[in-house]
């Protein structure tokens, strides 16, 4: 079945930094994906989506690009700040009326001053 | 405008009792997911609705789990009995469309439940 593999956590950076966090899929045909973003004691929140290849989403300096080829969609930031702490979750939804959102299971983001 | 609304956000319950936690989607989404977190096996779809009906409840971990969509502006996700390795936050997220339309899926702040 679907599913999305990013990288472990806790990532440890130090203010303006460059952030990548690692996302790869696995789905049939051509899923949408996102990255969604959730803060200490808070839901989750959309930070970006693509839902066709090649296409970059992009959101508060966060970018990530949807790669067919190598199944990615890693999320990179040139300058992380420290109100970027958080958990990244990856999360692709595949075509079809019944398909699901599916996650990853989250990258800690700490960023140190 | 306002986002999904969960209530309890908190809610500390005895082993046995029942708990029901309560969701209000977003005005026009006819898409209504609910999500158990927890630091073991992470965010779980537990069942989703479309246009009101249970579309997909194969997440719903076993007979004592319940959710219920009685129109498109409410949902309950009902457990009974609850048992301590309930404890988890609970999500409810709301799109318009289909689950895999693409379009974005708005969650709540959670309901965050202990059962002890």
């Known amino acids: 079945g679907d599913s999305v593999t990013q990288m472990e956590g806790p990532v440890t950076l130090s203010e303006e930094a460059f952030l990548t966090i690692n996302c790869t899929y696995t789905?049939?045909?051509?899923?949408?994906l996102f990255w969604y973003v959730q803060y200490p004691g808070e839901g989750l929140q959309l930070l970006l989506k693509?839902?066709?290849?090649?296409d970059k989403g992009s959101n508060k300096g966060f970018e990530a690009t949807y790669r067919k080829e190598t199944t990615s969609f890693h999320l990179e930031k040139g300058s992380v700040q420290v109100s970027d702490s958080a958990v990244y979750f990856c999360?692709?939804?595949?075509?079809?009326?019944?398909?699901?959102?599916?996650f990853g299971t989250g990258t800690l983001l700490a960023v140190q001053p | 405008d306002a986002g999904v609304i969960q209530s309890p956000r908190h809610e500390v319950t005895e082993m046995g009792q029942e708990v029901t936690l309560r969701c209000k989607p977003i005005s026009g989404h006819n898409s209504l997911f609910w999500y158990r977190q927890t630091m073991m096996r992470g965010l779980e779809l537990l069942i989703y609705f479309n246009n009101n009906v249970p579309i997909d409840d194969s997440g719903m971990p076993e007979d004592r789990f319940s959710a219920k969509m009685p129109n498109a502006s409410f949902s309950t996700l009902k457990i009974q009995p609850s048992e301590p390795r309930d404890s988890a936050v609970y999500f409810c997220a709301s799109s318009h469309g289909t689950a895999g339309s693409g379009n974005t899926i708005y969650f709540g702040e959670g309901s965050w439940l202990t059962v002890v």
């Open positions: 789905a049939t045909g051509y899923p949408s």
């Open positions: 999360a692709l939804t595949g075509r079809g009326a019944t398909n699901k959102l599916i």
């Open positions: 693509a839902t066709k290849a090649d």
